[in-house]
Antibody, heavy 122, light 108 residues
Framework: QVQLVESGGGVVQPGTSLRLSCAAT????????MHWVRQAPGKGLEWVAV????????HYVDSVKGRFTMSRDNSKNTLYLQMNSLRTDDTAVYYC???????????????WGQGTMVTVSS | DIQMTQSPSSLSASVGDRVTITCRAS??????LNWYQQRPGKAPKLLIY???TLQSGVPSRFSGSGSGTDFTLTISSLQREDSATYFC??????????FGQGTKLEIK
């Protein structure tokens, strides 16, 4: 069964760090690009970051550039999002999502995790 | 960045109705348009990609059309389980993609 399971969310203070993980099962993780998408409470969806299948290319939305780092460990079928210098406007449910394209990014999200909540508050 | 605008923001319809949701891009995106369904408290689910290709396992009452800047998602015969928020998303430019603001569909 194709599945993504996020973990690592929690309540943190502004300026601190958090690392999210996303464990993938049921597909050949190393053949697909992966994304993080977030959703602030009661709001719409915002794409956050993407990483290519081999980790060689990464891109971020402007609001997290220099603060968030996306990585992957294909030997562990796991995706990561290191979030530093967190701000209150980073508060959201963070979803990892699989790209539809095999070896090539199509920027279509065909499998989503259940999400993990990150709350940044003093 | 390309802006995506959905209309209406919300609507209410009855079981069996035909429902249409519109998504407009701020510039031409060819057919790089995708639709997602999000039920309350759940993760989004891919319904349609490349404007009109139905994702595997999605009921055939869902269909998509359009190209360029104007796109539609149609539910041919509304079912109670279709109560959800629907988002469009463009995948035209590398690397950033953007979503529409969402359309909340309520069943009367």
């Amino acid at each position: 069964q194709v599945q993504l399971v996020e973990s690592g969310g929690g309540v943190v203070q502004p300026g601190t760090s958090l690392r999210l993980s996303c464990a993938a099962t049921g597909f050949t993780f190393s053949n697909y690009g992966m994304h993080w998408v977030r959703q602030a409470p009661g709001k719409g969806l915002e794409w956050v970051a993407v990483i290519s299948y081999d980790g060689s290319n990464k891109h971020y939305v402007d609001s997290v550039k220099g603060r968030f780092t996306m990585s992957r460990d294909n030997s562990k079928n796991t995706l990561y999002l290191q979030m530093n210098s967190l701000r209150t406007d980073d508060t959201a449910v963070y979803y990892c999502a699989k790209d539809l394209g095999w070896l090539l990014l199509r920027r279509v999200f065909d499998i989503w995790g259940q999400g993990t909540m990150v709350t940044v508050s003093s | 960045d390309i802006q995506m605008t959905q209309s209406p923001s919300s609507l209410s319809a009855s079981v069996g109705d035909r429902v249409t949701i519109t998504c407009r891009a701020s510039e031409s995106i060819s057919n790089y348009l995708n639709w997602y369904q999000q039920r309350p408290g759940k993760a989004p689910k891919l319904l349609i990609y490349s404007a009109s290709t139905l994702q595997s396992g999605v009921p055939s009452r869902f269909s998509g059309s359009g190209s360029g800047t104007d796109f539609t998602l149609t539910i041919s015969s509304l079912q109670r389980e279709d109560s959800a928020t629907y988002f469009c998303q463009h995948s035209y430019t590398t690397p950033r993609v953007t979503f529409g603001q969402g359309t909340k569909l309520e069943i009367k």
